[in-house]
């Protein structure tokens, strides 16, 4: 196949979209503002057009910046462009999420959630509509998508690693190496993150790391009976489209608002724009650790990639099978 930079008919004569959702968050005038989101918005958008002009007759923008009602990222506009973006999903199209703006937690109410709790996106209007729960952002914008369709997304915000509820997980270890971890399985030393929390007066942190350190200390009926859920929590999370997320930072961390190059900007946006414009086809794994190479040394936060299945970490990012704009548009 040629590449083209225009949606085409592919082999099998099925129509490929290229369409694009964006959202950017300062929160303009609230509590706790940012800084650098709409930049972030505006400098994907540029990439993207760049890259493949196609995603500009299917591209929807939120940002707290706009004079549209139905552009403001409120939590009812969120899903509603989470529901476009999946909507009619077809194989061989091409689908791309950024995100900007605040993540967080809260407290898992169905067992679902190893640590007990949510990874949360965080709408402009959350003190009256409620967070973004990952559960939802799975079922949503996840779940329904074909196999043969590819959505690619970023995630700059905080305590993103899991956001899409994905069950797998690629991390860059201190020496830049991949690693790869199944989140539903992996036991995690919550302890040690915990007493470190208190000495820094973390307590919300604290108590979700020992509430955390807690569920390991179950007795071996207890762990039998748990490797079916878990196993049941693979199977349910486990997609039939390609999905890829890169996130700003493991579940635990934040992800910074930073000033760079007397720009506002998402340390990860800034990290991936860079990398990508360096090299506009790297594989996934040159992309996760170039990303974390940029940061290390600045930020803590460690960028992580989700996936829906297992993925070959050697896939190109205009590789069909791991598509990452879709640049055979």
């Given at each position: 196949?040629?590449?083209?930079?225009?949606?085409?008919?592919?082999d099998?004569q099925?129509?490929?979209?290229?369409?694009?959702?964006?959202?950017?968050?300062?929160?303009?005038?609230?509590?706790?503002?940012?800084?650098?989101?709409?930049n972030d918005v505006?400098?994907?958008?540029?990439?993207?057009l760049?890259?493949?002009?196609?995603?500009?007759q299917n591209?929807?923008?939120?940002?707290?910046?706009q004079q549209?009602?139905?552009k403001?990222?409120?939590?009812a506009?969120?899903?509603?462009?989470?529901?476009w973006?999946a909507?009619?999903?077809?194989?061989?199209?091409?689908?791309?999420?950024?995100?900007s703006g605040?993540?967080?937690?809260q407290?898992?109410?169905d067992?679902?959630e190893?640590?007990?709790?949510?990874?949360?996106?965080?709408?402009?209007?959350y003190?009256r509509?409620?967070?973004?729960?990952d559960?939802?952002?799975?079922?949503?914008l996840c779940?329904?998508?074909?196999?043969?369709?590819?959505l690619v997304a970023?995630?700059?915000c905080?305590?993103?690693g899991?956001?899409?509820?994905l069950?797998?997980?690629?991390?860059?270890?201190?020496?830049?190496?991949?690693?790869?971890?199944?989140?539903?399985?992996?036991?995690v030393?919550?302890g040690?993150?915990a007493?470190?929390?208190?000495?820094?007066?973390?307590?919300?942190?604290?108590?979700?790391e020992?509430?955390?350190?807690?569920?390991?200390?179950i007795?071996?009926?207890q762990?039998?009976?748990?490797?079916?859920?878990?196993?049941?929590?693979?199977?349910?999370?486990?997609?039939?489209?390609?999905?890829?997320?890169?996130?700003?930072?493991r579940?635990?961390?934040?992800?910074?608002?930073?000033?760079?190059?007397?720009?506002?900007?998402?340390?990860?946006?800034?990290?991936?724009?860079?990398?990508?414009?360096?090299?506009?086809?790297?594989?996934?794994?040159e992309?996760l650790?170039?990303?974390?190479?940029?940061l290390?040394?600045?930020?803590?936060?460690?960028p992580?990639?989700?996936?829906?299945?297992?993925?070959?970490?050697?896939?190109?990012?205009?590789?069909?099978?791991?598509?990452?704009?879709?640049a055979?548009?």
């Open positions: 196949m040629t590449h083209s930079l225009i949606c085409q008919l592919t099998s099925t129509i490929r979209l290229c369409q694009a959702l964006l959202i950017g968050i300062n929160y303009i005038g609230g509590k706790s503002p940012l800084n650098g989101c709409i505006q400098n994907v958008r540029n990439w993207l760049h890259r493949n002009p196609a995603y500009g591209m929807l923008v939120l940002t707290d910046d549209d009602p139905s403001i990222p409120t939590r506009n969120m899903l509603n462009a989470f529901r973006l909507a009619d999903a077809r194989p061989g199209d091409h689908l791309f999420f950024h995100y605040h993540g967080a937690t407290k898992n109410l067992g679902t190893a640590s007990g709790f949510d990874e949360t996106l965080v709408p402009v209007d003190e509509a409620g967070q973004i729960v559960d939802d952002v799975h079922a949503i779940k329904p998508l074909p196999q043969g369709c590819n970023f995630m700059d905080c305590h993103s899991t956001v899409f509820d069950p797998y997980t690629y991390g860059v270890d201190g020496n830049l190496d991949i690693t790869i971890r199944d989140n539903k399985a992996e036991a030393k919550h040690t993150k007493f470190f929390a208190l000495l820094q007066k973390d307590n919300t942190t604290a108590l979700r020992v509430e955390s350190a807690i569920k390991l200390f007795t071996p009926d762990q039998q009976q748990s490797a079916p859920n878990e196993e049941m929590a693979r199977q349910r999370d486990t997609t039939r489209a390609t999905i890829v997320q890169f996130s700003g930072c579940d635990d961390q934040t992800s910074a608002d930073a000033q760079i190059q007397g720009r506002a900007s998402g340390a990860l946006s800034w990290a991936l724009m860079t990398v990508l414009q360096r090299n506009p086809n790297p594989t996934y794994t992309l650790r170039e990303t974390r190479g940029l290390q040394g600045k930020y803590s936060q460690v992580q990639m989700s996936t829906g299945f297992q993925v070959m970490l050697q896939w190109s990012s205009g590789d069909n099978v791991g598509p990452m704009t879709g055979h548009c």
